[in-house]
């Protein structure tokens, strides 16, 4: 079954008076409990097409589907919904929440998602057990190594059993041992809670990792093959 | 406490010193609010008071028809069974019977129209100033037959001093010509020209004399206990009234009804009052508009996260308002606490005005004033505010909407 099947994308920007062809008619399908990189120089489309999977930029034309839904038709607090429910996000910059400890990071979803306390407690914690990050629960994220918050976000995105996770360039900002063991961390959580994983590189190493490999190169799938390690 | 408003809480404090300013800000409002609303509602209560001592009392009984004709014919014919109403009625501190008639007065010099009032001198302790403003000669006792006090403005328009003599001319209740001469044993002055300059008084007893009143007068006039205590005594005078002589109705009239033009002076200085308050208020809703504005400038990247991990658009304001909610909160209810601490002070201490409002001095304030704290005078103006920097705050929570992940995660 695929959880995410793209047709025909198109994404344009406008810069200047020039036209930067971002997504150059790409079609793409995904399998649930699939391990794939977008892989591809920088600027060859692999953050914007990871955007628009996950809902937060709209294509100019084409079809995404993500679990069934269309998402061109929606409104953007259903795509709020969306992500919230099915998409789990992680960022280069880590991006957490600055103000809130790493749990509370982690159980903000949850918080959003309606999930009452006790229960919310509960599962933010085992997901820090998981991926690591047993002693650190109330650390707030300057108080956390890259690899940590990167952890830290990691956790977020898979606690709500989302339908994929999107990672776009998660090892770019760690060094690569830090990188490696935070792959392996997603793969096992992969292995372990058959959460799709969608991530872009443009690093050898972590490509490696990817059972499948999509090549992107300006705004073109130009190799899709399954890898084998 | 739920994650919610604990990051309210944090963001707040992230940059403690736009938050405290704006708190401040808020809480230097309600507290000048608080001042300024209590300052004015207690001085109208002064000046409530003060005026209604010198002239109306705060309740009378005349004969219907009386305050606008102003009629000698229109009288309470038997004071004695108002006056057993009064005695009945809980809450009626005092009062007085009146009778007044506008008359020619003159001196060897001159000739003014003027109302010469009958008063009875003991009672009227209890329900005017009169004697306290006597500033020259003595009051009126009892058993004084034609013996006067004069207004000073009237007896400097006619050139008399004490012990003079007056000529007094009007008209009696029976039609017939009422004509005396009496002298003048005090001066007064009350502080409001109006009064001082166009009234005279003399006893009860002498002016149903002069005037042919066969017992009759033309006001009864009631204090109650206080102010509030009024509308009650009205309701019960005017029960028992409308059961007495059918032929001579009389009224009750609270002090609103006898004196309108107070209450349009209040209300005009409240109006003022008020767009200065709306002023201040604006001024601080700018503060608040703009620290609000900041932090979600700032904060952009933020909102941008939090819309892609899946916080609706909705979730974005609540979060926001919440952080509004408590920054407006502490604001107020630290003004309110200030404000209040403030305002007793004076309330225990006065204050000394030298100069003082027109309003005030056309109806005779005395120069220390005293704030009065009240339910009213506390919340009025710090509702004001709660409301205004709630829709100060709905503002950006709302612009917060407009924000598109992928643009807000780009900025820095
Ligand atoms: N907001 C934007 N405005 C203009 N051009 C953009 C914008 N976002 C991306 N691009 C352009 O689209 C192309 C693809 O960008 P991106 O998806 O970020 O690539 P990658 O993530 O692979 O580096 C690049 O040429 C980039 O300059
Ligand atoms: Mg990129």
Redesign the pocket.
Known sequence: MNIVECTNVKKI???DKLE?R?LNDVSLSIKKGDFIAIA?P????????LNIIGGLDVADSGRVLVDGNVLSTMSQTELATLRLRKVGFVFQAYNLILVLSALENVEFVMLLQGVPSSERRERAKAILDDVGLSDMYDRRPAELSGGQQQRVAVARAIVSNPSIVLA?EPTANLDSKTGASLLEMMEHMNEKKHVTFIF?THDKMVMNYAHRLVS?RD?QVVDDQVHER | MSIDIKMAWRNIWRNPRRSILTISAIAFASLLLVFMLSWQLGSYDTMINSVLKIHTGHLQVQAEGYKDKRSIRLVVPKPTAVSAILDKTPGVAAYTFRANAFSLVSSEERTYGAMVVGIDPAREVNISTLKKVVREGSYLSEEDTNKALVGELLAKNLQVGLGDELVVLGQGRDGSIAATVVKVKGIYSSGLDEFDRSSLHITLKNFQDVYTMHGAVHELVALGKSLEDVPEIKKAVATGIEKMDKKHRLVALDWMELMPGLIQGIKIDLVGGFIFYIILIVVVAFSILNTFLMAIFERKREFGVLMAIGTTPWRLTKLLLIESAIITMVGIVSGIIAGSLVTWYFQVHGIVISGASELMKQFGIPERMYPQLSVLSVSIGSGLVLVITFLTALYPALKVRRLRPVEAM?SV
């Open positions: 920007y406008q810069q930067v971002a591809g920088s600027g060859s489309g692999k953050t914007t097409l776009d872009s992107l705004g | 780009r």
